[in-house]
């Protein structure tokens, strides 16, 4: 009861900005006594879900094992928008944490700048509060999981160290999630929800302290992920009830509004009286008659050209937005630091090392020559985009064997059907890049290794004997095995490193 008498001191309208401008509206009404009771009735229709939203809320934080904040952010056009009163931390619950080995000082100046953190997150009165700006997909935590949910089937969640996705190269510097991080969250996770179109994730923060394998549990998932579909079904009604009520009050501001212009002319017959006598009703019917012939178009004409003009401006003001990377706040990733720079020298240059030395290995004892050109991009990830996806063992070993499976295939296909040579590899490379996103394996020195396969042009077709080209595959899967072997040694040496982030080799 303690809670629920809190938030109804505080809630507000879970809905976004367009709906709360359709909602609310701008401007005043004729006779201001519509406008009045349209809120009234506005603020009696919403206060009772408003209190539920939020008692989901606390509901979802509550009930799970290490969750100590759960944030909402409602999809509206292109961009992710935080949804108002959609931020719960539990207050019986600190982040703050002090670590063995740590004097008295240390702890006091690491709890001080936490709390900082969290006034800069929570408090809007701040000189250096955040305000959580909309998000586009990919940039964020909630752009993060937008982008990388699972299929709507599956019900598991993964959990990620916040200081995973912040220093991940691939992710735009975002200031608010650098604060979680400082704030002492450790762990976050991200549970989507689509309600008839109205679309969302909601994000789940846990202590740096926390378990796991306990987060992971599987009853602890579930809760948090029927939560999440109860947050979202919260906000969605909490929208459609708003637009209601929203049209309501214009329905009651027009009739309102028809009334006193028909009072209005009334009043205006009534003045004039005297000229209106002299004239018939035969003489207004043909009046009328002329009218409707001075019309250049017909209404319901125009009516279709202006909603095809409107859309075309909409799609048009949209595309411009994307091209511009307009909505949110994204920055440039920041330089890498002189000691990161160091690791990377060294990792790269020995395994370029390793790689030339088995190249000539390799030649002496087969005859044929060894592929490097694509292993440079494969160096690149691996040593300096060390938290990329495409740079983890999984995808560097399996994207290299869908990539040459489909492109010897193709190419073994075009040449018994007859397809030009120009065509070869434009065809072959771009199924390879698709297989290997539809698989979840891509890797782009992968694309390289397909696209020259499709330009070789002493390819021989399997008929013939082409002891070459798997030696060339042979050579491609081995030199890989040592790129990764080195990455694995050199990257984990650093403490400010780890790599892989998973291997996942199993393929089921």
Known sequence: MQQTNAAEEKVELVISPSERTSLLGTGTSPGGSSTSHAAAATDSGISALSVSFVAALQDAVHHSFGVVAVDVWLMEGQNLVHANNGWYRDPRASCHETKGGMEMSDTTMKIEEQREALSRLEDPTHPAYIPPSPQIPGVGLAGFY???????????????????????????????????????????????????????????????????????????????????????????????????????????????????????????????????????????????????????????????????????????????????????????????????????????????????????????????????????????????????????????????????????????????????????????????????????????PAGAMSWIIMTNGDFRPFVELNVSLWVTFFLCILGNVIAIIVAVICNNLNSRRQYPIYWRLCWW
């Not at 511009?324 to 920055?331: D, I, N, R, T």
């Not at 399996?398 to 499976?405: A, C, E, K, L, R």
């Not at 040449?415 to 698989?439: D, R």
């Open 146 to 444: 937008w982008k990388n949910h699972p299929s709507s089937t599956r019900r598991e969640l993964t959990w990620r160290r916040i200081h995973s996705i912040s220093s991940d190269p691939y992710q735009p510097h975002y200031e608010r999630m650098n604060l979680l991080e400082l704030a002492g969250f450790g762990y976050v996770t991200g549970c989507v929800f689509d309600l008839r179109g109205h679309r969302g994730v909601v994000l789940y923060l846990a202590r740096e302290s926390a378990q796991v394998e306990m987060l992971e549990d599987e009853a602890n998932c579930e809760h948090l992920a029927r939560s999440a579909d109860l947050i979202g079904a919260l906000s969605a009604l909490l929208g459609a009830r708003g637009r209601r009520l929203g049209n309501r009050k214009r329905r009651v501001e027009g009739t309102f509004g028809r009334a006193r212009k028909v009072l209005e002319i009334l009043r205006a017959f009534a003045s004039s009286g005297e000229g209106m006598q002299g004239e018939g009703c035969g003489q207004m019917s043909q009046r009328r008659d002329e009218r409707r012939r001075g019309r250049p178009l017909p209404q319901r004409a125009m009516s279709v050209y202006n909603r095809a003009h409107q859309s075309m401006i909409v799609k048009a003001d949209v595309f411009a937005s994307k091209c511009h990377a307009a909505g949110g706040a994204v920055q440039p990733p920041s330089r890498m630091v002189a000691s990161e720079l160091r690791w990377t020298f060294v990792g790269s240059f020995l395994t370029f090392c390793a790689l030339v030395a088995l190249k000539d290995i390799m030649y002496n004892w087969t005859g044929e020559l060894m592929i490097l050109g694509p292993f440079g991009a494969s160096i690149c990830l691996q040593q300096a985009l060390t938290q990329a996806p495409p740079a983890q063992p999984r995808d560097a070993l399996y994207g290299q064997t869908v990539s040459f499976v489909v492109s010897v295939a193709v190419k073994n296909i075009a040449i018994h059907s007859g397809v030009p040579f120009w065509l070869h590899a434009p065809l072959g490379t771009s199924l390879s890049i698709t297989a290997m996103a539809g698989l979840g394996i891509l890797h782009p």
